[in-house]
Structure formats: structure tokens, C-alpha cells
């Protein structure tokens, strides 16, 4: 008998644990979603009453990636993408982004939780020309992802890493250098590195995540400007560099935070 494709992953829904916070979960909550729980909800609920610009974190970070994606999908020519960290799908996934510029494009999503993985279906849905696929790995094991992703990504042409606001669940900053490292280096001359995450100056946002890591929820730390700047050591950044996520190449009338929030960049491997 062929299988819905439709129909949820029953082993990973058995292993998705509603009594505790998750962060894909109450991102999702953030953006709108409906793929949350109550425990979520209360998290998120809690952050946000610290840190009221939360929300248009989740959403800048979301339009960061749609401007990021466009531009290597069409003027960068890039026609793979590696997807690390995605996340629960929602409008304008990098599959989506990518085959409106270039149908053939061929995406590769990553990420190692349960909830994400009953909906690796919605993803995978690709147009004629291009491709998706979806790798059940863990960013801290990059020699996994790679070997992984390689079934769909020829990693022998340039290759688009998209990370946000996923290094910081990588407690150990020169660990999270030495992963990403270890992705670029395996990547050939010509491939990018799109990436954002949270600034540790803010000092709202700072509040909100101390207390969010004392609820339960898998830890999340923050970085300072010159750290998240060093994360594209020996690439090429692109105009206008590492800058406030909604400063990187805005569309008019595009909302922007009051307060400087996230930074982000697009560099391309010399």
C-alpha cells in the first residue's frame, strides 16, 4: 500500500513532548502558526512581556531570508541551497523563494526535531524542474548534514548555507565558528554564507532570554557584534555587510524595528 503523503510521521509525533517548551514551536507561535501547544504559548507569552519587539524579530529575520534567498537565486546565479535549522514551514519557505526565481533550484532542509519532521512533507514539494528534500541531522554534527545533504546537492558546485537565528543554540562560541567552518570548507569556491542572528546589546531582549533559559526550554545564548561579524572570516561579504537584519538590502515600505535587534549578512567563498 502507498503511504498519504499527506498523512503525519507517526514515529515523530510519538517522541514530540507538548509539556515542555520548544523553540521551533514558540518561533512558529511568534510568526502566527497554529503548529504550537499551551506550554508554548506561555513561554512565548512570558518573553514577549519582557521583550515586546520579539515579534518583529521573528518577522525580520523571516524577510532577511526572503531578500537573502532572492538575491543568491538571481543575481548570484545560486541554484542549491542548504537550509540548516528551518524550522516549521510557513509562508515562503527557501524552496519557494528560490524555485519563483529558478525553478530548477534544488533545497535541502535541516533540522532534528519531531514536530518539524511530521511536516518534512508539506516541504517537499518541489517544482518539476528543481528539488526538496528534508535531513533529519543535528547542526553540532556537520559531517552528518553534509553526507546527508549530498544525496540531493551536488557538492562539488556552489552551494548556498542559509543559518538563522540557529547558532545560538551552540553554546560554545568557537565551536559554533568551528561548525560553520567546517560547512563552508566542505562547500567549493563560489558558494555563500547567509546568516543571522541576535545581538547580546540589547538589553531587552538579553532579560527575555535569561529568563526564557531558566524556563526548561533548550538554551539559547546571545553574541556580541564582533562575534556573529567573525562567523564570515575569510568570505567576501556583500554590500552593505553585517548590519541590522532590516538594513540588508530592504524593500520600500518594509517594516523596520525600532531597535537594533539581530545582525545579518550574505558573503560569498573566494
Do not use: C
Amino acid at each position: 500500500m502507498t503511504q498519504d503523503p499527506s498523512a503525519p510521521d507517526e514515529a515523530a509525533l510519538a517522541k514530540i513532548d507538548s509539556t515542555v517548551p520548544h523553540s521551533a514551536r514558540i518561533w512558529n507561535y511568534w510568526l502566527g502558526g497554529k503548529d504550537n501547544y499551551p506550554v508554548d504559548h506561555a513561554a512565548g507569552d512570558a518573553f514577549r512581556q519582557v521583550f515586546g519587539g520579539i515579534t518583529d524579530l521573528a518577522r525580520g529575520s523571516r524577510a532577511f531570508l526572503g531578500r537573502a534567498v532572492r538575491h543568491l537565486a538571481g543575481e548570484a546565479g545560486i541554484r542549491q541551497f542548504l537550509d540548516i535549522g528551518t524550522g516549521l514551514p510557513t509562508v515562503d519557505n527557501t524552496h519557494e523563494i528560490a524555485q519563483r526565481v529558478a525553478p530548477e533550484a534544488r533545497v535541502v532542509y535541516v533540522d532534528n526535531d519531531p514536530l518539524v519532521l511530521t511536516h518534512a512533507r508539506v516541504l517537499l514539494t518541489s517544482t518539476p524542474e528543481g528539488a526538496t528534500d528534508y535531513v533529519d541531522a543535528d547542526l553540532h554534527d556537520p559531517a552528518t548534514v553534509l553526507r546527508e545533504a549530498s544525496r540531493t546537492l551536488d557538492l562539488t558546485r556552489p552551494v548556498a548555507l542559509t543559518l538563522m537565528q540557529v547558532s545560538g543554540h551552540i553554546a560554545d562560541y568557537d565551536e559554533a565558528r568551528r561548525i560553520v567552518g567546517t560547512l563552508m570548507a566542505a562547500l567549493p569556491s563560489g558558494s555563500y554564507l547567509a546568516f543571522n542572528d541576535s545581538v547580546d546589546t540589547n538589553k531587552g531582549n538579553a532579560e527575555a532570554t535569561r529568563l526564557y533559559n531558566e524556563s526548561g526550554a533548550a538554551p539559547y545564548h546571545l553574541r556580541s557584534p564582533q562575534q556573529l561579524a567573525g562567523f564570515f572570516e575569510g568570505l567576501e561579504l556583500l554590500a552593505p555587510g553585517v548590519v541590522p537584519i532590516d538594513d540588508w538590502r530592504p524593500d520600500t515600505g518594509e517594516d523596520r524595528a525600532a531597535d537594533v535587534i539581530a545582525l545579518g549578512g550574505v558573503a560569498r567563498k573566494p
